[in-house]
């Protein structure tokens, strides 16, 4: 844990410094991630050698080598993205010292290998059933998402709670940027009420499906059983969780959490905000992308953030 040391001959306290690492979820993928890290390193390569014979397939081939819509097969991504995020805090080695960490929806396993709550194989396996069970899920029900720009959050809610069908708001991703989640025909009629209302933009976006909404309720069910019978550890450091925006360090709840996510919204924004009046002084982001740094700069545009160098 660093510490900011007073000036020579100057009597004050010592203000220390809170280190957040965060973790992106999906939507941060991209061609050729994490390929320099293998290259470079024996000890990524071991790693990432060690998912390919977890999940069965190679991976690392699709990531190095695939095309962004190879990239976006939610059985690809999820595991893709946890992988290149984990190996990432496994570089960092001694330097990774982290007073509190988080992850945006799918980040939220790679946060719990860092903080040590799951093993890696474990938790690998987890992210790539939840990848499954999103998957059928969202073949089994049609419907998609769509960014919401330039409103508060409430008359967001609002309208989404007097769309006829299943619209719900899912990513709370900063202040004036929330994400609904539902049916197709209902985010299409909420997007037509919220620019009405006054959004800024209104857009679809290309994912498979309703994630983080009710849609999800039989990935939830199927991905319930395998967190049931996974172990999960005391961390060295909490994790504020998408479902409560809260630090949590009790492996029980955090198991609860975790397979609540799944239903339930991303609150993000929240988390930012606790994460910054529990003390947060700097925030480091970890796995591909700067995604969760831009959004922490709307929160507080003072906050001192980074990606991990390894």
């Known amino acids: 844990m660093a510490d900011r040391l007073p000036a020579a001959g100057r009597a004050f306290p010592y203000i220390r410094i809170m280190k957040a690492y965060v973790f992106p979820g999906q939507g941060s993928q991209f061609p050729g991630m994490a390929k320099e890290l293998y290259d470079a390193s024996s000890a ?4 990432m050698e ?6 069965g397939f190679r991976l690392t081939d699709i990531m190095f080598s695939g095309t962004e819509e190879d990239l976006r097969q ?15 805090a496994r570089m960092l080695g ?4 982290p007073d509190m960490v988080a992850g945006h929806s799918l980040g939220e396993f790679s946060a719990l290998v860092a903080n040590g709550t799951l093993v890696f194989a474990d938790a690998l396996r987890l992210v790539y059933a939840r990848a499954m069970a999103m998957q ?22 609002e309208i989404c709670a007097s769309t006829p069908g299943v619209v719900v708001a899912a990513n709370y991703n900063c202040p004036g940027q929330l994400v609904i989640s539902g049916e197709n025909a209902a985010v299409d009629a909420a997007c037509t009420a919220l620019t009405a209302a006054g959004a800024k933009r209104a857009l679809r976006l290309a994912v498979g499906g309703a994630f983080h909404s009710p849609l999800m309720e039989p990935a939830r069910v199927e991905l319930e059983l395998a967190i049931r019978s996974t172990p999960f550890s005391s961390p060295v450091c909490p994790v504020y969780q998408n479902v409560t925006a809260s630090a949590v360090s009790d492996p029980g709840e955090i198991q609860r959490n975790l397979v ?8 993000w924004t929240q988390t930012m905000n606790r994460m910054i009046s529990d003390g947060c002084s700097e925030v480091i982001e970890v796995g ?7 959004l922490f700069k709307k929160v507080n545009r003072d906050l001192p953030t980074a990606s991990a160098e390894v």
């Open 94 to 97: 001694d330097r990774f010292q």
């Open 74 to 88: 939610t059985r690809v991504t999820q595991p893709a993205i946890f992988l290149h995020s984990v190996v990432m």
């Open 260 to 267: 609540l996510q799944l239903t339930a919204p991303v609150r």
């Open 44 to 47: 990524a390569r071991d790693i």
């Open 288 to 294: 591909p992308g700067k995604v969760l740094q831009g």
């Open 50 to 55: 060690e998912a390919n014979g977890i999940l």
């Open 136 to 157: 059928k899920a969202c073949e089994a029900n049609p419907s998609t998402m769509a960014a919401i720009l330039g409103l508060d959050d409430s008359v967001v809610e």
